[in-house]
């Protein structure tokens, strides 16, 4: 199992990114995928996540409005598109699998939002 998360960087506030997540090594369209963050000195925490097909998101609430979870199976990519961007979104992002119990991790992607 591989997740390659990709799009982070350096925004303004009130910015957007779209952060990728390939993945590999598994039937991706089997599973749910989920994005969670972890800033600085605090514990990591779910963003959002999506059912197999795709058809279901859940959304921490301080995301909702703000970022949108989506996939593409034909290309084993699960995306976030987050708009407006604040500091206190600065974290490590990552990208998670759970199969048979067992959460699969990438290593993250730094956003940093900040003037």
């Known amino acids: 199992v591989q997740l390659v998360e990709s799009g982070g960087g350096l925004v303004q506030p009130g910015g957007s990114l779209r952060l990728s997540c390939s993945a590999s090594?598994?039937?991706?369209?089997?599973?749910?995928m989920s994005w969670y963050r972890q800033a600085p000195g605090k514990e990591r925490e779910l963003v959002a996540a999506?059912?197999?097909?795709?058809?279901?998101?859940n959304y921490a609430d301080s995301m909702k409005g703000r970022f949108t979870i989506s996939r593409d199976n034909a290309k084993n990519t699960v995306y976030l598109q987050m708009n407006g961007l604040k500091p206190e979104d600065t974290a490590v992002y990552y990208c998670?699998?759970?199969?048979?119990?067992?959460?699969?991790w990438g290593k993250g992607t730094l956003v940093t939002v900040s003037s």
């Open positions: 090594g598994f039937t991706f369209s089997y599973y749910r």
């Open positions: 999506i059912s197999s097909g795709g058809s279901m998101t």
């Open positions: 998670s699998a759970r199969m048979s119990g067992v959460d699969y």
